[in-house]
């Protein structure tokens, strides 16, 4: 929580397109005891923007003396600085009112980099190994009635498939008959 004495420097905001995660509080009891009557607002300069808004009001919340700000997908839509600014106001005068306090939207998570996890990089070398093992071999296709497994036969003996009926069995019988390209 930050008090109007010791504001931050630097708000994070998060990521670009992020929903409401993030929340901010500021204490703003020494303006209320100054101003009990007074009224809170805030305005917002979005990032590569230069005009100010009044920040939508149900991105933040006052219950006397503590303001929180919420963070969402509308403040979050543009990567950069931008800035926040805290008022207080009695009628139409503007009795207090913060310097600019800086917040800064991280553009979108990069893609991960380096090595596949072990996981995948292992199973990658064996599909890579399996077809290595199978390429360019005349292959003869058994179809197990009482398992339901198909195997391609050649020089070694690769199990492809569980669970095939015999209609597909007959299908694929059917293609591996017919001359390569037909």
């Known amino acids: 929580m930050y008090t109007m004495d010791r ?3 630097l708000m994070q905001f998060g990521y ?4 409401g995660d993030r929340e ?3 204490d703003l009891s020494a303006w209320m005891a100054e101003y009990p009557d007074g009224q809170i607002y805030m305005d917002i300069v979005l990032p590569r ?3 100010s808004y009044n920040m939508p009001i149900d991105l933040y919340s006052f219950v006397s003396p503590i303001l929180t700000l919420k963070v969402d997908e509308r403040l979050t839509h543009k990567v950069g600085r931008g800035a926040v600014n805290i008022m207080l106001r009695r009628g139409d005068d503007v009795v207090k009112k913060t310097g600019a306090i800086a917040f800064e939207v991280k ?3 990069p893609p991960a980099r380096g090595p596949m996890p072990d996981i995948v990089e292992s199973w990658t070398e064996a599909a890579q190994a399996l077809l290595d093992r199978v390429s360019g071999q005349v292959l003869e296709l058994i179809f197990n009635n009482a398992t339901s497994e198909l195997t391609l036969k050649g020089a070694n003996t690769v199990l492809l498939n569980r669970g ?3 209609a597909q069995y007959n299908h694929l019988c059917e293609i591996m008959a017919r001359p390569y390209g037909t």
């Open 16 to 19: 670009q397109g992020e929903k």
């Open 24 to 26: 901010f509080q500021f």
């Open 107 to 109: 553009a979108s998570l």
């Open 49 to 51: 923007e230069n005009s």
């Open 7 to 9: 504001l931050p420097s």
């Open 164 to 166: 095939l009926t015999n």
